[in-house]
């Protein structure tokens, strides 16, 4: 072998993996010779320094589906080829606003939560008039207005999340297999609300507390039956000293006073001022207005907002009798002032009032008026007839029927206020000192919201609203079942002109017919609810006109007849009123499920509507009946509100 051939064989030797050689740059004389490298055969050695290195190790997978790669004499080959390896991780829609619920406490909190997987559409976008028609072509009529898509019932995913069964769906199976409960354990329709402990023996909250006799009449029987109450209503001085108490006397509570009184000095030292706190189940709300402290106890429920307007009731009745000059410059002189002595005979208006917190007062829960029911042209002849007969020092005029509005006369630039109505309703219907004096009256008396400052003068005339003379049924009628004319002015000295004036519009309205409609409208009394939407699933509800302040509901009964009852029902009622009227309230549309009731509150800016049904009743059924009811309040409203009214 020549010189040449052995160095490419030894280079062949030194460089296997090369799979050419270049020639030698020195000779030129050489052609170029490429070797190629030998297949291995069976049974060859293959050295190490031809296998090329191994990958590094992939980290440890938990999917069993995942195969290595395999390495070989011929390097790297793929795995068998298999179906594509199932994700861990599931494609979801949670992102989406419908499957979103959102839920919304009575504090104004609110807590978010993934939706269980439903077919439902995407949230309509607004898009003007067009997308209103729209929706209105998809849906039924009777539950489209309770959609998301009114401006004022928030965002499509929070109604479609509350009000989901609403747009005309069937009852589903679980929706059956709770009627099936219901009928097996024999709860009837009438029994709308269950028993609880709260309420047990509810009707011996106005008991007086001294009643006992014997040897009974302990002081730790008097404490016990003192601490059973569920609604307390304390009213004192900066100075500490008693100013009423609605349940108990100064010796039996004298301690609970100071503590109160102890508390609210603290924190107005660190220059904090207290509003309230929850203590031994009761929640307790104060209230400070000058120089007096007004404290709640209320283990009904109620939200801070209702006690509030509660307490400032019971301030208003206060100023109604000494004016809020009177009341500063009796403090002023003598902080230590005993202020029962100058309200003397006033206590049982403050009594009653806070009574009919108790029992639950809708005037005061939704801050409006009850009207009574009449036709339009009825009323006016009745307001024609008052501003025909004015005498000169008139200011304001009214005629109440039935604890219920019928008319009223007032200066064109001057309205009366709710709160001083209401005021001079506790005092006419609920209290019995006024009625006492005989068939009129002479009061006089601050109206707070019209002037807090100084002195209206009112004469008030009761009517017999029952045309039979039978004394036995006469003793025996409501107190609510009389007619009242109010006349106030600011001049004192117009007893006898107002006077003249009643007995002229008395005539009047017994001429042209008016006293017979009044009269026959109190004795038919409040409507029912099914004479509204016939067969209808509503066992109750008020509707609220928010332009005119005043409210309109049906007939108490036949579910809710007792004074029990009641109390459940306006407790219902407090309930959806504050998670409706919360701080951050976002939602317009509560829809309520519980085992004893199916309630609806609907709130816009023109009204304000509060439903309750039995609990067998379907969602769809409630919101058509909802749908109902406005309908026929828009259709009658000139009837059960009054607009305007008589102005000179």
């Not at 019932?153 to 069964?165: C, E, H, I, K, W």
């Not at 730790?220 to 569920?230: D, G, I, N, T, V």
């Not at 029962?340 to 403050?350: A, F």
């Not at 829960?365 to 009207?371: G, I, M, P, T, V």
Request: aromatic content about 8%; some cysteine; charged content about 20%.
């Amino acid at each position: 072998m020549s010189d040449a051939t052995k160095s490419q064989s030894e280079l062949q030797d030194d460089h296997g993996d090369s799979p050419a050689v270049q020639p030698n740059p020195t000779s030129n004389a050489l052609p170029t010779i490429a070797l190629q490298k030998p297949e291995p055969e069976a049974g060859d050695y293959v050295s190490n320094e031809e296998k090329p290195p191994p990958l590094p190790p992939r980290p440890a997978r938990a999917d069993s589906h995942y195969q290595a790669p395999v390495v070989g004499p011929a390097g790297l080959r793929a795995p068998p080829s298999t179906a594509r390896p199932r994700l861990q991780a599931t494609a979801t829609t949670a992102v989406s606003r419908t499957d979103i619920h959102t839920h919304s406490y009575q504090d104004g909190s609110r807590e978010t939560y993934a939706a269980l997987k439903q077919s439902s559409p995407p949230p309509t976008s607004w898009g003007g008039w067009s997308s209103i028609k729209r929706l209105k072509s998809q849906e039924a009529s009777d539950s489209a207005s309770i959609r998301s898509y009114a401006p004022t019932l928030g965002t499509a995913g929070d109604v479609d999340s509350l009000l989901g069964g609403f747009s005309g769906q069937e009852q589903t199976s679980g929706w059956n297999i709770f009627n099936a409960q219901l009928k097996e354990t024999g709860l009837q329709h009438g029994d709308v609300f269950e028993e609880d402990m709260v309420l047990e023996n509810f009707d011996q909250e106005f008991d007086e507390i001294d009643a006992l006799e014997g040897e009974d009449k302990t002081e730790e029987k008097l404490l016990s039956r003192w601490q059973a109450k569920r609604k307390h209503f304390m009213i004192l001085s900066s100075a500490g000293k008693p100013v009423y108490i609605r349940h108990g006397d100064d010796n039996l509570i004298s301690g609970y006073v100071g503590i109160v009184q102890t508390i609210i000095s603290f924190y107005e030292g660190a220059q904090d001022q207290l509003r309230g706190f929850t203590a031994g189940g009761a929640r307790f709300v104060v209230m400070s207005q000058g120089p007096l402290y007004l404290v709640a106890i209320s283990k009904l429920g109620e939200s801070d907002l209702q006690l509030r307007v509660q307490l400032e009731a019971l301030y208003m009745q206060i100023l109604s009798t000494l004016t809020l000059p009177n009341l500063t410059h009796l403090f002023s002189h003598r902080p230590s002032t005993d202020l029962r002595r100058p309200l003397q005979g006033t206590e049982p208006l403050l009594s009653a009032l806070a009574d009919s917190f108790t029992r639950g007062s809708p005037p005061t829960l939704f801050s409006a008026l009850e009207c009574l029911r009449i036709r339009k042209s009825h009323r006016e002849v009745i307001n024609n007839t008052l501003l025909q007969k004015r005498c000169e020092s008139l200011l304001y005029g009214l005629v109440v029927a039935g604890g219920r509005l019928v008319s009223v006369v007032r200066p064109r630039r001057h309205s009366l206020h709710p709160s001083d109505l209401q005021l001079i309703f506790n005092m006419l219907f609920e209290a019995e000192g006024v009625k006492a004096g005989g068939g009129e009256n002479w009061i006089p008396l601050c109206l707070p919201g019209f002037n807090k400052n100084g002195y209206l003068y009112m004469y008030v005339s009761f009517l017999d609203a029952k045309e039979e003379k039978d004394p036995q049924k006469s003793s025996q009628a409501s107190r609510h079942d009389e007619i009242a004319v109010l006349l106030i002015s600011a001049n004192k000295e117009s007893f006898y002109d107002l006077r003249s004036m009643r007995d002229a519009v008395v005539e009047e309205l017994e001429q042209n017919g008016s006293m017979a409609i009044i009269r026959t409208a109190i004795r038919n009394g409040r409507f029912a609810a099914t004479d509204i939407v016939p067969g209808t699933v509503l066992y109750h509800f008020v509707y609220k006109s928010r332009a005119n302040v005043q409210f309109v509901m049906p007939s108490y009964e036949p579910h809710f007849t007792t004074l029990l009852a009641r109390r459940r029902l306006l407790s219902l009622y407090h309930t959806m009123h504050a998670g409706a009227h919360a701080k951050n309230a976002h939602l317009k549309v509560h829809h309520c499920i519980s085992r004893s009731s199916i309630s609806l509150a609907w709130i816009t800016p023109s009204f304000e509507l509060y439903c309750v049904a039995g609990p067998s009743a379907s969602r769809n059924a409630l919101a058509q009946s909802a749908n109902k009811v406005v309908q026929w309040a828009r259709r009658e409203e000139e009837r059960i509100f009054i607009i305007g009214g008589a102005v000179f």
